[in-house]
């Protein structure tokens, strides 16, 4: 085999494997297709401390996960469910902040770190015309 | 600041070389800008909080029409509805034996159930998590007043958005809840919670 | 007699600390006077009267010593030993001693690696007094709010605890007869003995690098050597910060029963961000040391770092936020928010006015370069730190700014965090195979390829035999791949050596990772952490929980074994009751284990908790707690099965290591060292 064969038969074995892995990603199951569980982990447990109704096996959270469930079952968005805590229990009961005026920092400050510490690093580079250091 | 000392910059014409010493201490003192603003931010934030109740939340449900109550009572057969209480001032108390607060204020709910009974004011206990047994030597020990009701499964806890017991709950002659004590509570803050509610719309 | 000692011992502390200081800032200012020999008095002064303290304390614990306030309400003459000696850290003021005696530990070291400097030197002086200003700070609150040598003044009731307290060690004494023991939680797993003085010690090791970084901006003193001159502290902190960290994952999951190791509470943020912003001071200390570059940024990250520790250390104790691991609140917490302002607008201060002199700004050739690679690094790290930090205060900012509580969890941190660790995976891949200066794209594609073509590999195969969820294929792909290139790397320099000199390749290897330790064991801490994120991932994703109602005889289906409840038991210890089922598990009929989750009551404070039992098998963790009382029939069991969650531990431990790597191996003496250093990295 030619060296050109070769170099040609690795990329598209290389192609193949590419494909294969999005594939599987993309094919692959689902995190939770299970609602009440995805739900329960979005929701705070008010008598545990960092804990989702989830994750505790309080007896609160439990009921509250009852709830969740039967609203499920009754055809509820999850936004419908989670606002249904929320109107009881504060927005204090969300482990996911809804994205609004007041938490829009929360996104937009990791963000601009990002960005301006991108920036930060374009400018370290040598200019075309500056001796190397 | 404009000619920097740093010898790296030796090599470089005059002109880059006011430019570097320009940019890099913009992007030092910006380094140092944000250490002193973050600084005064937590030292606000922090300071904020010292000797605060940071259990305490406010109930969203204020304002709001209260979610139903009909529970089967505690020490009778047949239930208690909210309802049924529609034109008087309703206070919700959710309580359980084990809860050490609700031992302590027990004996305020109850003057204050007996003070306000005459202004049309309908004290009701619900009983959070707790074996019904358990809740009646609760009340044999300590007194009653008003009638209990139990909770199964915590659905009007939930209903109402209970963080941590007790909690207290204040609702109008309408059916509207109008405030709520997180936490225990004494004669003197029933009373200002009650007497508000009852200016309202008082008679 | 622990009271009066204890007393002495602090106060003692705090007065060294304090000529320390002085001693120390004189020595920055005049050369003349800052030899070691005239430090000496104050370092090992230090050090002898905060161990003068911390053994008062052990000796007032081990002896059930209850005139003692701190001993009385965190220990009893019921707990057991291992767990009276950890008392000493179970509570704030106690774990200040322990905090002293570590940060007097470190002064004392630094001094004795000054004794064997050939002149005075300013710049180990100056550091040594900003030591001082630290233990200062720390025997200070010692000696005013938050004293763990206050002596009882009355008794609790019954004779259980103490209720009031006085400092004054003659105060006429009350003492009770009963101790209150340490928080249940504190006494219900070995680990409890461990984890919190290893995290001490990584939080105390970074005021090492941060006093000579400021020592050094001082002095106004340009170049590395602060840097290489604390290169082994450094190290010492950052290994010790990871094997606390990933230790405090353990003790939780081991203890609390629900099965998680991190739940992104604010107290295990307060001591990832340290971590985070420690990791990125590693890579640009050895960047500088080697290229020269980011040399006001290395100041920066060391400054931040100290004050995140500082910042961490408030955050749990000063009663500001409610966590699962937070001490009460106490009068502590206003002391500490304003030495943090002093910290955070003092160096910051120093840093502004003093970094035109020291730091030095030159451009990089080609952001295609190692450099470049690790600046990418750095703002991967530095975007993840501020992510943490902003979601861990937002929640108090928007109630201080509102009063609205919003909360801010674990679904925001995951989601944030996710993609940053999977950028931060692919460039500690790429990263230490790109040449400094300028890399070619043939050079890095020649490096790449290989180990790119094999995780391909391996992903798409597990992708057609098992169907994994995505995420768990996206991180075979990333964690093979950073092992990939490790394990390319090492064998090309081994099949080089042997070629040049003989040897045998596994010996040529070895040689090879002991000739520069500093960037073979930077290699073993990458692949730790690959190896933690693909066990991060398997577990997560292929987690299964279950709660079932179990009878006694009755087996039970779960993750593929059968579960019998065959019996129950209850036993008195000293402390505590324990109450427990007995639980046999099959898999395909044959025993597997026999498991016993209990609830443990703990007689004094009448606490119950439910303390889980694992059963760590290759594939995986079979995970079993108590949701009911094991006495009474069915008993409610939570069940959990978590596939190669030892990855986990095994990463965060192996990442450690890498850390020991660098600081213990010396480099082989031989003679034909003429190959010179660095020349084995490719």
């Known amino acids: 085999m030619s060296e050109r064969a070769r170099k040609i038969a690795a990329w598209v074995v290389t192609l193949g494997l590419v494909a294969t892995v999005v594939w599987g990603f993309l094919a692959g199951e689902p995190t939770e297709s299970d609602r009440v569980f995805a739900l329960g982990a979005r929701i705070k447990c008010p008598v545990c401390q960092g804990e989702s109704i989830q994750e505790s096996p309080s007896e ?13 079952e009754a055809g509820q968005t999850d936004e419908q469910i989670l606002e249904y805590f929320t109107d009881r229990y504060g927005d204090g009961i969300r482990l996911d902040p809804r994205f609004e005026f007041r938490t829009m920092l929360l996104w937009l400050l990791p963000a601009a770190a990002l960005i301006g510490g991108g920036l930060m690093i374009w400018s370290r580079r040598r200019r075309p015309g500056e001796e190397p250091s | 600041m404009v000619f920097d000392e740093s010898g790296a910059s030796e090599t470089r014409t005059r002109g880059d070389r006011r430019d570097d010493g ?84 027990h004996d305020d709910l109850l003057a204050a159930s007996a003070a306000y009974q005459d202004r049309g004011v309908v004290f009701i ?67 200002s919670h009650l007497d508000a509610v009852l200016a309202l719309d008082g008679p | 007699m622990s009271a009066l000692f204890g007393t002495l011992g602090t106060w003692a502390a705090l007065a060294f600390a304090l000529v320390l200081t002085v001693k120390g800032f004189l020595g920055l200012s005049n050369p003349a006077r800052s030899s070691a020999r ?47 000696a950890a008392s000493a850290w179970a509570a704030l003021e106690g774990s200040l001693v322990l905090w002293g005696l570590v940060l007097a530990a470190f002064t004392f070291f630094i001094w004795r690696a000054m004794r064997r400097l050939e002149g005075p030197d300013p710049l180990w002086a100056g550091a040594l007094g900003v030591m001082g200003v630290v233990s200062a700070f720390f025997f200070f609150m010692m000696v005013s709010v938050s ?12 004779g259980f605890g103490c209720e009031a307290a006085s400092a004054w060690p003659f105060s006429t004494i009350s003492a009770p007869l009963h101790g209150l023991g340490p928080n249940p939680l504190l006494q219900n797993h070995p680990l409890m003995a461990v ?69 992104w509470d604010p107290v295990e943020n307060a001591s990832f961000m340290p971590w985070l912003v420690a990791t990125m001071f590693v890579h640009t200390a050895a960047l500088q040391m080697r290229r020269g570059v980011l040399q006001a940024w290395s100041y920066a990250l060391v400054i931040a770092t100290f004050s995140l520790t500082i910042l961490g250390t408030f955050l749990t104790r000063s009663g500001v936020i409610n966590s699962v691991h937070s001490f009460t609140q106490s009068a502590i917490g206003p002391v500490l928010l304003w030495f943090l302002m002093a910290v955070l607008v003092g160096s910051f201060g120093v840093y502004a006015a003093r970094i035109n002199r020291v730091g030095s700004a030159p451009r990089l050739d080609s952001l295609a370069s190692r450099e470049g690679m690790f600046m990418i690094n750095n703002l991967l790290l530095g975007v993840l730190a501020i992510v943490v930090l902003v979601g861990t205060l937002y929640p108090l900012f928007v109630e201080w700014r509102t009063g609205d509580q919003v909360g801010v969890g674990r679904p925001f941190f995951d989601r944030m965090a996710l993609p940053l660790s999977f950028a931060l995976l692919f460039a500690m891949a790429i990263g230490p195979i790109t040449p400094f200066r300028k890399a070619s794209p043939r050079v890095v594609w020649e490096r790449f390829r290989t180990p790119m073509r094999v995780s391909l590999s391996l992903a798409a195969l597990a992708a057609i035999l098992w169907r994994p969820n995505g995420w768990i294929l996206l991180s075979v792909l990333a964690s093979t791949f950073v092992a990939g290139t490790v394990v390319r790397q090492l064998w090309t320099a081994a099949r080089k050596g042997s070629a040049a000199r003989g040897g045998n390749i596994a010996g040529e290897a070895l040689a ?42 009755v087996p039970v289906a779960f993750a593929g074994f059968e579960l019998t409840l065959v019996d129950n038991f209850e036993r008195d210890e000293p402390n505590r009751i324990l109450r427990g089922a007995v639980v046999e598990i099959r898999r395909g009929g044959d025993l597997v284990t026999t498991l016993q989750p209990r609830l443990n009551e703990y007689r004094i404070r009448g606490q119950q908790i439910a303390s889980p039992a694992v059963d760590t098998g290759l594939r995986g963790d079979l995970y079993l707690s108590l949701a009911s009382d094991p006495g009474v029939f069915p008993v409610e069991l939570d069940l959990y099965w978590f596939p190669f969650i030892w990855l986990v531990w095994t990463g965060g431990f192996m990442a450690a290591a890498g850390g020991l790597w660098a600081w213990l191996v010396r480099p082989p003496r031989r003679k034909e060292a003429a190959i010179p250093e660095g020349a084995a990295r490719v």
Not at chain 3, 55 to 79: K, M, P, Q, R, W
Not at chain 3, 521 to 549: F, P
């Open chain 3, 195 to 263: 984890h919190p003085p290893l995290l001490y010690v990584g939080y105390v090791g970074m005021t090492a690098p941060f006093s000579f970084a400021m020592a050094s901006l001082l002095l106004g003193e340009s170049g590395d050597r602060w840097l290489r001159v604390t290169r082994n502290w450094t190290r010492i902190a950052w290994i010790f910060l990871t094997a606390g960290v990933v230790l405090g994952g353990l003790w939780s999951y081991e203890v609390l029963g629900w099965g998680g190791y991190w739940a």
């Open chain 3, 147 to 158: 004293n763990p040598f206050e002596v009882c003044t009355q008794a609790g009731s019954f």
């Open chain 3, 38 to 84: 005239s430090l000496a008095i104050p370092a090992v002064g230090l050090l002898v009267s905060a161990g003068v303290a911390m053994a008062a304390l052990e000796i007032g614990l081990l002896t059930d010593d209850f005139s003692v306030h701190y001993i009385a309400n965190n220990s009893a003459s019921t707990t057991p030993f291992l767990y009276k």
């Open chain 2, 22 to 105: 320009r940019r890099s201490t913009l992007g030092k003192y910006a380094v140092a800008t944000a250490a002193v603003v973050a600084a005064l931010l937590l030292f606000g934030i922090m300071g904020s909080r010292f000797g605060k109740d940071l259990k305490e939340v406010r109930s969203p449900l204020i304002g709001q029409p209260a979610p139903a109550i009909e529970l089967e009572l505690l020490e009778a057969s047949g239930r208690w509805s909210l309802d049924q209480h529609r034109g008087s001032v309703v206070v919700v108390n959710f309580w359980a034996s084990w809860c050490l607060g609700c031992r302590l204020e």
């Open chain 1, 60 to 72: 609160t959270a439990m009921a509250m996960l009852d709830v969740v469930a039967e609203k499920v």
């Open chain 2, 125 to 191: 206990g619900v009983v959070f998590q707790d074996e019904p047994g358990e809740a009646i030597a609760f009340l044999d020990e300590l007194g009653r007043g008003y009638p209990n009701v139990v909770d199964p499964g915590s659905r009007t806890a939930v209903d109402y958005g209970v963080w941590a017991i007790p909690e207290t709950y204040f609702i109008d002659r309408d059916g509207v809840v109008r405030s709520k004590i997180s936490g225990e509570s004494d004669y003197s803050l029933l009373m």
């Open chain 3, 512 to 553: 090879t990772m002991r000739r520069d330790t500093a960037f073979w064991g930077g290699q073993i801490a990458h692949v730790g952490i690959a190896v933690l994120a693909l066990g991060i991932a398997l577990s997560a994703n292929g987690a299964v929980r279950g709660t079932v109602d179990v009878d006694e005889g």
